[in-house]
């Protein structure tokens, strides 16, 4: 069965110090990996996709990082700040069959002042 | 704008009264899906379509139905709610060739 595991579940930091939220996944064959930012109350927004030939992607503050072989995954928050605080989650999608992505159950990041 | 409209935000139901939350979006895209949102345990997969008239169960199933009649619409209905059912629900469209999911406001519907 295909699966996301998220780690860890969840995290609180002081603003400006940097995170690193990670993902595994068995999901198989692999299309594409997605980070999305969940604030409360709201729908989740993606943030970056990572296909099987990208290793790495910025967005802004944010870094994703893909590692097929090993099968996982990294979102890194650089100088973090109060807006940062959500719930991220890691959506792999697999390339046959019905396309329908499977979701980890999120990490929950607290940015303290 | 791209956009997926839930109705109602909130919603506060008896045990037994049948209701309907709608989904709309205006991307012509082909999947949908409902999901549930409880605390611990992230997004739970209800049901889903491919396409029009094309419905299937996800991970939770349970006390739901949906329909497919026209490609921007996906209606929730909980025919018989129970408190085991409150809970934040998120409707949710994407395509194949893109997959990014593009989410609803949310209903947070509470059954007492």
């Known amino acids: 069965k295909n699966q996301v595991e998220q780690s860890p579940q969840s995290l609180i930091i002081l603003e400006g110090k940097n995170c690193t939220l990670q993902?595994?996944?068995?999901?198989?064959?692999?299309?594409?990996l997605r980070w999305y930012k969940q604030d409360t109350g709201r729908g989740p927004v993606s943030l970056t996709i990572?296909?099987?030939?990208?290793n790495t992607k910025s967005n802004g503050r944010y870094t994703a990082t893909l590692d097929a072989d090993t099968k996982q995954s990294s979102l890194h928050i650089t100088a973090s700040q109060l807006s940062d605080s959500a719930s991220y989650i890691c959506?792999?999608?697999?390339?046959?069959?019905?396309?329908?992505?499977?979701f980890g159950r999120g990490t929950s990041l607290i940015v303290h002042p | 704008e791209a956009q997926v409209t839930q109705n109602p935000r909130y919603l506060i139901t008896v045990t037994g009264k049948k209701l309907t939350v709608t989904c709309s979006q205006n991307m012509n895209h082909e999947y949908m899906s409902w999901y549930r949102q409880d605390p611990g345990l992230g997004l739970r997969q209800i049901y889903y379509s491919m396409n029009v008239e094309v419905t299937d169960k996800g991970d939770v199933p349970e006390g739901y139905k949906v329909s497919r009649k026209e490609k921007r619409n996906f209606p929730l209905i909980l025919e018989s709610p129970s408190p085991n059912q409150t809970s934040l629900y998120f409707c949710a469209t994407w395509d194949r060739l893109n997959t990014e999911a593009f989410f609803g406001q949310g209903t947070r519907l509470t059954v007492v």
């Open positions: 993902c595994n996944y068995t999901v198989s064959p692999f299309s594409n």
């Open positions: 990572m296909t099987f030939s990208e």
């Open positions: 959506v792999v999608t697999t390339k046959e069959g019905s396309y329908i992505p499977t």
